[in-house]
């Protein structure tokens, strides 16, 4: 701005600029380009910093799904044995709603696992009761009860679900059988991890299988807040 004023101080007594409406138009031209020229660097610097923003917002996601990678599903069974598998959430957060299971390579349906408790009146295995009944449907198939959480550095074992399966797996070659585990973050948001370390992220919760049931309303004092879409979101009373 400085040297604008003095080149047009310049051309005013050199007489190059003759009268004050010349010298007026000249100063709104040198002015004009000047604020273009201003514009122009603020949107190159707000293009900038979006492109920066983007960078770290790119780097924290794949971050994220570095952490959720460290869950680990780890089949113990083999063929011709009842499914068991280990699930260890060595990633930095918690997760919730951990349904297991296993697939054979071209038989349909699947094998079912639950995490179980000792009964300390019969000493019998039983269903842990932090185990959850939220039926959903994933390719195809529905998957009934899943682990309600899983806190960092935990190792849950699963074990087959005998009452929807009471055979065991198929004497087949033990590449035909892969445990899966689908399982949501903090966020809401859906994973899949398999035995062979695959990890996707799913784009939407699986969906929720919904029965016809008689609903009890509570009094009024109570909000009835009717099925929910996302069994992640479900907090019990």
Same mark, same amino acid.
């Given at each position: 701005?400085?040297?604008?004023?003095?080149?047009?101080?310049?051309?005013?007594?050199?007489?190059?600029?003759?009268?004050?409406?010349?010298?007026?138009?000249?100063?709104?031209?040198?002015?004009?380009?000047?604020?273009?020229?201003?514009?122009?660097?603020?949107?190159?610097? =707000?293009?900038?910093?979006?492109?920066?923003?983007?960078?770290?917002?790119?780097?924290?996601?794949?971050?994220?799904?570095?952490? !959720?990678?460290?869950?680990?599903?780890?089949?113990?069974?083999?063929?011709?044995?009842?499914?068991?598998?280990?699930?260890?959430?060595?990633?930095?957060?918690?997760?919730?709603?951990?349904?297991?299971?296993?697939?054979?390579?071209?038989?349909?349906?699947?094998?079912?696992?639950?995490?179980?408790?000792?009964?300390?009146?019969?000493?019998?295995?039983?269903?842990?009761?932090?185990?959850?009944?939220?039926? !959903?449907?994933?390719?195809?198939?529905?998957?009934?009860?899943?682990?309600?959480?899983?806190?960092?550095?935990?190792?849950?074992?699963?074990?087959?679900?005998?009452?929807?399966?009471?055979?065991?797996?198929?004497?087949?070659?033990?590449?035909?059988?892969?445990?899966?585990?689908?399982?949501?973050?903090?966020?809401?948001?859906?994973?899949?991890?398999?035995?062979?370390?695959?990890? /996707?992220?799913?784009? /939407?919760?699986?969906?929720?299988?919904?029965?016809?049931?008689?609903?009890?309303?509570?009094?009024?004092?109570?909000? =009835?807040?009717?099925?929910?879409?996302?069994?992640?979101?479900?907090? /019990?009373?």
């Amino acid at each position: 701005m400085l040297l604008i004023a003095v080149l047009t101080v310049a051309l005013w007594l050199s007489g190059t600029v003759a009268s004050a409406a010349t010298l007026t138009a000249y100063a709104t031209m040198v002015l004009a380009v000047g604020t273009v020229g201003l514009a122009w660097g603020a949107i190159g610097t =707000y293009v900038e910093q979006r492109r920066q923003l983007t960078a770290q917002q790119h780097q924290l996601e794949l971050a994220w799904e570095n952490d !959720i990678a460290q869950v680990i599903v780890r089949r113990i069974s083999g063929p011709g044995d009842y499914l068991r598998v280990n699930v260890t959430n060595n990633s930095s957060r918690a997760i919730r709603c951990v349904y297991v299971w296993a697939d054979i390579d071209g038989i349909s349906g699947h094998y079912e696992a639950v995490v179980q408790d000792t009964d300390p009146n019969s000493d019998r295995a039983i269903t842990s009761r932090r185990m959850r009944v939220f039926r !959903i449907t994933v390719g195809g198939s529905e998957l009934y009860r899943c682990l309600r959480t899983m806190l960092p550095g935990d190792t849950e074992a699963f074990v087959q679900f005998t009452q929807t399966s009471n055979e065991p797996l198929l004497n087949v070659d033990n590449a035909w059988i892969k445990a899966q585990a689908i399982f949501a973050d903090i966020r809401g948001t859906w994973w899949k991890a398999s035995e062979d370390g695959d990890l /996707e992220m799913l784009p /939407e919760p699986p969906s929720l299988v919904t029965e016809n049931r008689p609903v009890m309303r509570r009094t009024a004092s109570h909000v =009835y807040r009717g099925p929910y879409a996302n069994p992640a979101e479900h907090q /019990e009373e």
